[in-house]
């Protein structure tokens, strides 16, 4: 089975918290990539980072940053001094062989 | 100056009626996306056209047909429109590099489909 699992459908924080979304995914393909996508309240779908299946070095930019595993097929996302801009729902995902598949997504609601 | 765009934003129908939803993308992308998205926010692709070419053709109902005149436009077609058929529907386009595997999609910013 291929798939992407986001164990936490909703989590919330007060702002400057810093808060890790996960992300562990399943392939039996040798060759894909990984992605996290954000989208706030008003809908739209934003790509935030991909990230290729031989690179496992750590991703930091800004107040996020992604970790990327895959003895544990993990890949997670964490918010740095959470703010409540960064509201939103997220999502993982995973590009093989002539598939994509999104997780679930993670609600993240972030309290002044 | 839109990546990827979708028309109408809005849709507002009756039961029984057919409708369509227009998408273009002006990144040169060679693949393109169609996507529902539920009330409870799950994604789920429907289809996707590489070069025209259909590619992937999720298990949807047969009154849902896309149709991709050129690879920067992927229309989608309703017949019959349902209530089970309100939600939001997504375009997205990506580049599919040699080995079969589609990089980052872009997405348009959505068609709100409520049917009566």
């Known amino acids: 089975a291929q798939k992407v699992t986001q164990a936490q459908t909703e989590i919330s924080v007060v702002e400057k918290e810093d808060v890790t979304l996960d992300c562990v995914y399943e392939?039996?393909?040798?060759?894909?990539?990984l992605f996290w996508y954000k989208q706030p309240p008003s809908g739209e779908l934003v790509f935030l980072i991909r990230?290729?299946?031989?690179?496992?070095q750590n991703e930091i930019s800004g107040r996020y940053s992604w970790n990327f595993q895959k003895s544990t097929s993990s890949f997670n996302f964490t918010i740095t001094a959470s703010q409540v801009v960064d509201s939103a729902v997220y999502f993982c995902?995973?590009?093989?062989?002539?598939?994509?598949?999104f997780g679930s997504g993670t609600k993240l609601n972030v309290k002044p | 100056d839109t990546a990827v765009s979708q028309t109408p934003k809005y849709l507002v129908t009756q039961m029984g009626n057919d409708k369509s939803i227009k998408c273009e993308q002006n990144?040169?992308?060679?693949?393109m996306y169609w996507y529902k998205q539920d009330s409870k926010k799950f994604l789920k692709i429907m289809f996707s056209?590489?070069?025209?070419?259909?590619?992937i053709n999720e298990t949807v109902p047969n009154r849902f047909s896309p149709k991709s005149p050129d690879k920067a436009h992927l229309n989608l077609h309703i017949n019959s429109l349902e209530l089970g058929d309100s939600a939001v529907y997504f375009c997205?386009?990506?580049?599919?590099?040699?080995?079969?595997?589609?990089?980052?999609?872009?997405f348009g910013p959505g068609t709100r489909l409520t049917v009566l």
């Open positions: 995902a995973l590009s093989n062989f002539n598939k994509f598949y």
């Open positions: 990230r290729n299946f031989f690179d496992e």
């Open positions: 990144l040169g992308h060679d693949t």
């Open positions: 997205a386009s990506s580049r599919r590099i040699t080995s079969g595997i589609s990089l980052e999609q872009y």
């Open positions: 392939t039996r393909d040798t060759t894909y990539y």
């Open positions: 056209y590489n070069n025209k070419e259909l590619i």
